[in-house]
Each structure stands twice: as C-alpha cells, then as structure tokens.
C-alpha cells in the first residue's frame, strides 16, 4: 500500500491506481494526478480561502462554440451525481481535464500545473459548488413568461443592489470607474472592503469619513426601478425587498418599513461608538460633506458640564476640602466625566466584519422563503453573502429573474435581462399594461429585446427611442 493525498490534503492509504477521495468523499481517479508535481505547489501550502478565492472567479472560461457543451456537462452531473459523473468522464478519460475545467469555470493559476492534486481538488469543489446550486426551470425562457409571472404571482421577493441607484447618481463603490475609486487609491487603498472595515474605522475613521461623500445618498429622490417595487407594493405582490443598498432611497419611493429588509444597513441612524447615543443619519451629513469625523454632541455636552463643575470647584475651594475628607471618593467622582473626547459617529451602515441585521435572519429564514413565488435580482452581482444565499434558501419550484447590466454566472436564473435595469422594469411593465409613472421614464420610450444566442433564456433589453 502507498500514501496518497486526497484532494481534500489529507492522507489515505489507497493502491496507486486506486480513486482518490475529494473532500465530499466521492472518488477521484489517481491516474489523472501528476507523479512529479513540486512540493512548492503541495496541497498543504493553500488553505481552504484560497480555493474559495479562486472558485468566486466565476466568469465563464469556455468560448462561445463551447458553452453548449459545459452546459451540458453540468446538466449530465445533476442527472447522475457526483460520484457517477466522475466516474464516467474522469475515470473513463472520456473527458479532457481542460475541458471538464472550463465547464465548471475553474479559473486555475496559471502556475499550477494542470494535473496537479491541487487543480483536481478545485475541480471537486467547483462540482459540489454546482451541486449545490438551484436548477434553472426549462418551461420559464421568454421575456413575455416573465411578465405573466409577474402578473400571476402574489409573494415577490425582490432583491436590489447598488445598479438600480446609479442613474441616480449614486455609485457603485465596486465599479473601478468611479470617483470614489481614484480616491480610493490615492489614500493607499485597493479595494473598498478595506475602507469599510469594522476595525479600520474603530482604529481610523478618518479614512471612512475621507471617502463617504463619495456615496453620500441624495435626498428624497427615487428612480423607475424603485417605482417599479412600490408598484409591486401597491397591487399587494410585493413578500419583500431584500436591498444590499445603504442609501435609504427605498423610504423616498414609499416602500413600507415592513416590507423592507435594509440588509447591510443604511445612512438612516447613526450612534456613538462610546456612549451609544443615536441620532438621524441626516444630523451628520454635515460633517461627511466637510470630511471630518462627526463627533457625538451627547458627549459634548458632558464633557463641557464635566469641565464646567471642575472650574467651580476648583474656584470654590470645595474640591480641596473633600479631597481631604475622602480623596478616593473624590478620584472616583472625577473619573466618572473622564472622556478625553466626545466619541465618533458610526453610521447605521454594516460594515464588513459585522454581522448582519438580525431581521434578515428572521424574515427570509422563518418567513418568506415559505410562501415567495417569485424572487426577482436587479442591480447586484450577488457575490456577498448571506444575501448570494438567497436562492439557494428558496424552493427550487420558485422562479428566479435576473434584471442586471451584466450576466451571473454563479446562479442558473430561469429568465436573465440585460440592459438598464430602468428600461428593463419600464418595458416589463409596458408589456403587463401597468402604469410605471417616473419623471425619467420616456412617454414615447422603446426597447429592442433580442435573445443572446450563447446562452439560455437570456435576453439584451436596449432603449431605442428616444
């Protein structure tokens, strides 16, 4: 018997030439691992995060003229399972590795050898991934199928993100075009996560107050799509909207309080990290605009009534004299007004180490995923979780429409429009015979709807007039 590594990194006793267990238990050839491979690219060297890392690279690796197939492959792995499929692809070598990679948007490093237990471990993963995620439901591929969902339906989920307040002129802070971007980089930072870090902002919030006028939300103005949910919410369709957004425009266009599950927060409230003190987002927009760190009146005011009783007993004589008495109890009086200055300001936005709100948890968990019939993606990648987890939570029975610029990959929706999430609602709801009344909608507006022909049920949706 020889010691082989598993591609999970553990070691088995197994025959050469017998299967090789991945991380799930299923069985990888041996035969399709590399004999020679450096011990600079072990398997011990990565850490689970890394082939996380590289596994969220999900843009599609195949060319056009191979998409049909990967599509395929991926369909043959729900037919049979883990274990069958492998068997009959890899165990057969019926199936090139490079091809079997691509098909599961495996997006190796270049330096890893392609036949190295590591890159085998990547291919499992990426086929549980798969496993895991919904099924996309073959009788819903038209744009007309998703307007008659929308008509028929009486539970929507809508899930926003940052697209659907761009033309708004808020920004994406993700999109690298940006301005909040060029500031970004020139205060020493890469990616925005870093500046809406938890600890960051504990240790330096002058770096997050530098940047957040960036993002600074206009006040009381809404755009088509988030007419669009309150139309939703107005003909009693609208379960919930799940926005990633931080803006609060969703409270200008009238989305009920209720109805709303503001995921990672907004700028509505803000509080003192020291005393806890809470105020309306609004009362440090000053603050954000001059880029200064809002500091909390609360504390203010004490430390100016703490400095105020110190003067008088300090004029009067009185604070000797009880020093005398009892100085210990004195000391103790006097640390009690100790702030050395008035606290900073967070607002209600979550930040990245944070947990999410609680009502999130509660609504999709205990509620919603139970009796939604339709779940809706507009505006957002959906790459953060838990929010990404939401159609995998939901029944596979529910239909799922993607409204976005850009395709996901990462979940199979039965329905996808590109384009202008704007334009898309408008023309869903020019098709339904609802009114969508928004200032920025176009009397005269219309649209090209043409199928995207390398992939299924997906549509460009593209303003022509005016």
Not at 1 to 28: A, C, F, H, R
Request: glycine content about 6%; charged content about 30%; aromatic content about 6%.
């Amino acid at each position: 018997m020889k010691s082989e590594k598993s591609i999970s990194g553990e070691s088995n006793s197994q025959t050469v030439g017998d299967p090789l267990p991945d991380s799930s238990g299923v069985m990888i050839p041996s035969g399709r691992k590399s004999e020679g491979v450096s011990s600079n690219h072990d398997d011990e060297e990565f850490s689970s995060s890394f082939y996380e890392e590289v596994l969220d690279d999900d843009r599609p690796v195949s060319p056009s003229d191979q998409a049909r197939e990967a599509l395929e492959l991926r369909k043959r792995l729900h037919e049979v399972g883990l274990q069958a499929f492998v068997g009959e692809t890899l165990g057969e070598s019926t199936v090139p590795l490079k091809t079997l990679l691509a098909a599961f948007r495996v997006r190796k490093p270049e330096w890893m050898d392609e036949n190295c237990s590591s890159t085998l471990r990547l291919l499992g993963l990426a086929m549980l991934r798969e496993l895991t995620k919904r099924q996309r439901l073959p009788q819903f591929s038209t744009i007309d199928h998703a307007v008659q969902l929308l008509k028929d339906s009486r539970h929507i989920v809508v899930v926003t993100g940052a697209g659907i307040s761009t033309s708004l002129g808020i920004p994406d802070f993700r999109s690298k075009d940006t301005g909040f971007y060029s500031q970004l980089r020139a205060l020493g930072y890469d990616e925005p996560e870093q500046v809406f870090d938890i600890d960051t902002f504990t240790q330096d919030p002058t770096v997050f107050y530098e940047l957040a006028g960036e993002i600074l939300p206009a006040l009381e103005v809404y755009s088509p799509t988030h007419q669009f949910i309150r139309l939703l919410q107005d003909k009693n369709k609208l379960q919930r909207n799940y926005t990633q957004n931080i803006d609060n425009v969703e409270k200008n266009a009238g989305i009920r309080a209720d109805k709303l599950v503001q995921c990672h927060g907004s700028w509505a409230t803000a509080h003192c990290l020291k005393c806890g003190f809470l105020c309306r987002g609004k009362e440090i927009y000053p603050e954000i605009k001059q880029k200064k760190v809002a500091r909390c009146k609360k504390c203010k005011v004490e430390l100016e009534e703490a400095a105020s009783a110190k003067r008088k007993r300090s004029s009067t004589g009185k604070s000797r004299k009880r020093q005398g008495l009892n100085r210990d109890s004195d000391d103790s009086s006097d640390g009690e007004y100790d702030i050395p200055e008035a606290g900073v300001m967070k607002p209600g936005i979550t930040f990245f180490g944070e947990a999410l709100p609680q009502r999130f948890h509660d609504c999709i968990n205990h509620v919603d995923k139970d009796i939604v019939d339709l779940v809706i993606v507009i505006g957002t990648s959906m790459k953060v979780r838990p929010v990404s987890e939401i159609p995998v939570l939901v029944p596979n029975h529910v239909p799922h429409i993607n409204i976005s610029r850009d395709p996901i990959n990462h979940i199979d929706f039965d329905i996808t429009l590109l384009g202008d999430c704007d334009v898309v609602v408008a023309e869903l709801c020019r098709r339904a015979g609802w009114e969508l009344n928004h200032d920025s909608i176009p009397k005269n507006q219309r649209v090209e709807v043409k199928p995207v022909e390398t992939m299924e049920a997906t549509f460009t949706v593209k303003q022509t007039i005016p």
